[in-house]
């Protein structure tokens, strides 16, 4: 399995559910407590993981498209007095 599709919302949605069956099936008397913490702990992971997959996004567009921090800087060399009249 490619490393994509470990990380895919899909798949760590499905794991979530298969890793809360199988708690409540474990501890049934805290079921309500394990889909709570299990709701908000994927809930968390796929926002992080969303959140990480977008900024290494923009990230290699930056890098492949040639601008970097410096280059993104406006090189005004003109006198200041001729850019004020």
Do not use: C
């Amino acid at each position: 399995m490619s490393p994509r599709r470990w990380t895919s919302r899909k798949f760590l949605l499905s794991l979530s559910v298969q890793l809360t069956a199988i708690a409540v099936l474990i501890w049934p008397a805290h079921e309500s407590a394990i889909v709570e913490l299990s709701q908000s702990v994927t809930a968390l992971l796929v926002m992080l993981l969303t959140t990480l997959g977008y900024v290494s996004s923009e990230a290699s567009l930056d890098r492949s498209s040639g601008q970097g921090v410096n280059q993104s800087k406006s090189t005004d060399v003109r006198n200041p007095v001729d850019v004020a009249s």
